[in-house]
């Protein structure tokens, strides 16, 4: 599955790596409705503006 989402076609990717993608996209697929995290610095910085100094 992580070849087919990646379009790694028949290439060969040894085990661990294998592991490590499929949790980074399983990451990057989650949604999380409760607690809105930033996607971006330009979001974290609205969300938490007493957080950011501008000198």
Do not use: H, Y
């Not at 971006?40 to 100094?53: A, C, D, H, I, R």
Request: aromatic share 6%; with cysteine; proline share 5%.
């Amino acid at each position: 599955m992580v070849k087919t989402l990646l379009n790694l076609g028949g290439k060969e990717i040894p085990l661990d790596a294998s592991d490590a993608l499929a949790i980074a996209l399983c990451a990057s697929f989650q949604t999380d409705t409760k607690d809105k995290k930033p996607r971006s610095w330009t979001e974290f910085v609205k969300q938490n503006p007493k957080l950011v100094k501008n000198d």
